[in-house]
């Protein structure tokens, strides 16, 4: 959290006298529409067999101009068992900061607050047991490689850091018969490539 305070402050600090140009706040986005990122790692898992467990996880993020896209996601552990997700996710910060003109042209800072991220999965548990489950996280992805100025937002390597809250119990009609229901704490690398199709450089052609 006090990450997160220190690059809000420093996002929505007055901007620096200087000869240089200052980035406009995109970080190149317009130049790939599609960021596609791979993320690995693990964490711990609460409420498993009224335990905690060590979960590791594969997760696959297409996002449109790195502000919303969809997740895939493939995981498991010793005693929390295999599962695959599968949702969306939202980055609210970028565009809110974006169209409020609110940018300074500090790549590091600005790049970790419109990093956060909220994501809404559905979880399906281990194959032969029937039932899903539901997903709520909240997420930030921290830059590891220093971010130069005009960066582009759909390249690097992030370390991300999430926090997940699963409901799924016998309670609810899709819910599993054993309770799934806990929460999650996890760690990935997370590598980032932009595919470009021109979505956003479309425009109608009484406009060009």
């Known amino acids: 959290m006090r990450l997160l305070a220190l ?11 200087s000869a240089a140009p200052p980035d406009d706040g995109l970080y190149r986005r317009f130049d ?25 996880a594969g997760t696959l993020r297409l996002r449109y101009l790195d502000a919303a896209g969809l997740v895939l996601e493939a995981g498991g552990g010793f005693d929390a068992g295999s599962a695959l997700r599968v949702g969306a996710e939202v980055r609210p910060l970028f565009p809110a900061l974006f169209l409020t003109d609110r940018w300074v042209g500090r790549p590091w800072p600005e790049l970790l607050l419109q990093s956060l991220f909220i994501e809404l999965l559905v979880e399906r548990g281990p194959l032969g047991e029937p039932g899903v489950g539901f997903v709520a996280g909240l997420g930030v992805d921290v830059p590891l490689t ?6 582009a937002v759909w390249r690097g390597a992030f370390l991300r850091l999430l926090g997940r809250r699963t409901v799924a119990d016998a309670r609810f009609q899709a819910g599993p018969d054993a309770s799934r229901t806990g929460f999650t ?8 490539l932009g595919l470009g199709r021109g979505l956003a450089a479309w425009e109608p052609p009484r406009s060009r």
């Open 32 to 56: 790939r529409d599609f960021v596609l990122d791979l993320g690995v790692g693990g964490g711990l898992r609460t409420g498993v067999q009224g335990g905690t467990s060590p979960v590791l």
């Open 7 to 17: 690059a809000f402050a420093l996002a929505l600090a007055p901007r620096p006298a």
């Open 185 to 192: 704490l996890m760690a990935q690398l997370a590598l980032r």
């Open 146 to 151: 220093p971010p130069r100025r005009h960066g």
